[in-house]
């Protein structure tokens, strides 16, 4: 893993993890501690299954050699947005996979715990997708001195 920006002033912190499924479980250990520092126990559970489901799907289906998987994550304001960027140019798509399917519905976790979720094309390769989540109004706690 290597941190190539951490700002507490913007709220954004972005890691690269090498292209293999231990950084799944590397990113939420990253996410959990993101979002504890800032405050936000509140979103994490439902936040760690929207990573999980990224960035699971990155390393199963972006396979280019020597490239990595970046995730940001954002503070803005009143949500988190998660990202998961690789360089692998395939759009993921929205499906139902048949009921004896033992993959294929991670999407679908995404779809009904995200407020919004989507895909992005990169200026130079690949694509980022990304998940917004909305924070409680009540979760703020830490910062006001009630926490």
Do not use: F
Request: proline share 7%; charged share 25%.
């Amino acid at each position: 893993m290597k941190s190539e920006l951490t700002s507490p002033e913007e709220r954004t912190v972005v890691r690269r993890w090498a292209r293999h499924p231990r950084c799944v479980a590397r990113a939420r250990a990253d996410l959990r501690t993101t979002l504890a520092s800032w405050c936000l126990p509140t979103v994490e559970e439902v936040a760690l299954l929207v990573l999980s489901e990224l960035i699971t799907n990155a390393v199963r289906h972006a396979r280019v050699p020597g490239r990595q998987i970046e995730t940001r994550y954002l503070h803005q304001g009143d949500r988190v947005r998660i990202e998961v960027h690789d360089a692998a140019d395939p759009h993921p798509r929205l499906m139902t996979p048949p009921l004896e399917a033992v993959h294929g519905r991670g999407l679908l976790l995404v779809d009904a715990l995200a407020d919004q979720w989507g895909v992005t094309p990169r200026a130079a390769v690949g694509k980022a997708v990304w998940a917004v989540l909305a924070i409680p109004d009540d979760v703020d706690r830490c910062r006001s001195g009630r926490g």
